[in-house]
C-alpha cells in the first residue's frame, strides 16, 4: 500500500507531488489506497488546487519532486501535462476533492511566467505508441469516444504493441453496444495478422475476446513455466476476462476479475492501470 509520505517541498504529500507531476496512474492508485484527497500542504493548497497551476512544468522544480515519488514516474513532456490535466481533474474530483482557500496560486517558488508552449501536430509524433498511450489515459477516465479515436490512429500508424490498440478497439465498441461489429472487426484483424510462435500470448488474448476460446482455456493459456511471465499473462487475462464480463452485464464477476487483477501487483502492465481504474467506479 501507498503511504503518504510528507515531502521537503512546502509539506506536500504524494498525492500533491504526484499531481504536480501531472501522473495520472499513480494519482489513481494513491486515492484508491486511501490518500486524503482535500489534505492542505504549507501553503494551504490541496491537490485540486495545483491543477490551476498547470502550464508549461516547472522542470527545474519537477526533479526535486521526482526524487520524493514513492513510484518510478513516466517520461513527461509539456505536451503529457496539458493533456492530461482533464483526466487528474476528473479525477482528483471523483474521489471527492475540493479546491481551497489557496485556489489558484501557486504555492511554488516565484519564477518568471512563461508561455504555454503549443502542442505539436499529431502528424509531427508519426507514433502509434503515443497514441496508444493517449487512448489509454482516455479510457482510464471513461472518455471512450476519444479514446476510440486515439486508438483507431495508432492502429493506422502500427506499433509494436499493435495487437493490444485492436484488444482496446474491440473492449471500446463493446461497451457501447456494438459488440458483434468489433467481434467481426477484431476476428478480421487476427486472420490477417502476422503469426508468431506457437507461445503467442497476445493471439491467445484475441481469440478469447472473439469468442474463438474458454474463459477456462484462455486462463490455462496464461500458465508458463517462468514464474514472472505467469504472473504478467495472468494480469493481462484477469482484465479481459473482467471486461468480457462487465460487457455481458456481470458486474459482480467483472468486479473479482479486476481485484485479480490488481492483486498480480504488475503495475507497470496498462492492464493492471486499467483495472485500478475500473475498480473506482464500483
Same mark, same amino acid.
Given at each position: 500500500m501507498f503511504r503518504q509520505q510528507e515531502a521537503a517541498l512546502a509539506g506536500d504529500t504524494a498525492l500533491h507531488l504526484a499531481v504536480i507531476a501531472g501522473q495520472t496512474n499513480p494519482i489513481a492508485l494513491l486515492l484508491e489506497h486511501g490518500a486524503d484527497v482535500n489534505a492542505t500542504n504549507a501553503t494551504g493548497m490541496t491537490p485540486l488546487d495545483l491543477t490551476a497551476t498547470f502550464g508549461p512544468p &516547472?522542470? +527545474?522544480?519537477l526533479n526535486q519532486v521526482e526524487s520524493r515519488l514513492p513510484f518510478t514516474p513516466r517520461t513527461i513532456s509539456a505536451n503529457t501535462l496539458v493533456l492530461h490535466r482533464n !483526466? *487528474? *481533474?476528473?479525477l482528483l474530483k471523483q474521489a471527492g476533492g475540493k479546491y481551497g482557500e489557496r485556489h489558484g496560486t501557486s504555492g511554488m517558488p516565484d519564477f518568471a511566467p512563461v508561455a504555454t508552449p503549443p502542442v505539436r501536430p499529431m502528424s509531427a509524433m508519426a507514433d502509434g505508441v503515443e497514441y496508444h498511450n493517449r487512448g489509454c489515459a !482516455? +479510457?482510464?477516465s471513461h472518455d471512450f469516444t476519444n479514446a476510440l479515436a486515439n486508438f483507431r490512429k495508432s492502429a493506422g500508424l502500427g506499433s509494436d504493441g499493435q495487437d493490444y490498440t485492436y484488444f482496446r478497439i474491440w473492449i471500446i465498441r463493446s461497451r457501447l453496444g456494438e459488440k458483434e461489429g468489433a467481434t467481426r472487426e477484431l476476428a478480421d484483424y487476427l486472420k490477417h495478422r502476422k503469426t508468431h510462435d506457437a507461445n503467442d500470448w497476445p493471439l491467445q488474448v484475441g481469440r478469447f475476446l472473439a469468442g474463438q476460446s474458454t474463459e477456462g482455456d484462455f486462463l490455462a493459456a496464461a500458465d508458463s513455466p517462468n514464474s514472472q511471465t505467469a504472473k504478467e499473462?495472468?494480469?493481462e487475462a484477469y482484465f479481459y476476462i473482467a471486461s468480457m464480463r462487465l460487457i455481458d452485464g456481470d458486474? &459482480?464477476?467483472?468486479s473479482d476479475y479486476f481485484k485479480k487483477c490488481k492483486d498480480t501487483n504488475v503495475i507497470d502492465f496498462e492492464e493492471y492501470q486499467s483495472a485500478a481504474a475500473e475498480l473506482l467506479q464500483f
Open positions: &516547472p522542470f +527545474f522544480y !483526466d *487528474i *481533474i476528473a !482516455d +479510457f482510464n499473462q495472468h494480469c458486474k &459482480p464477476g467483472a
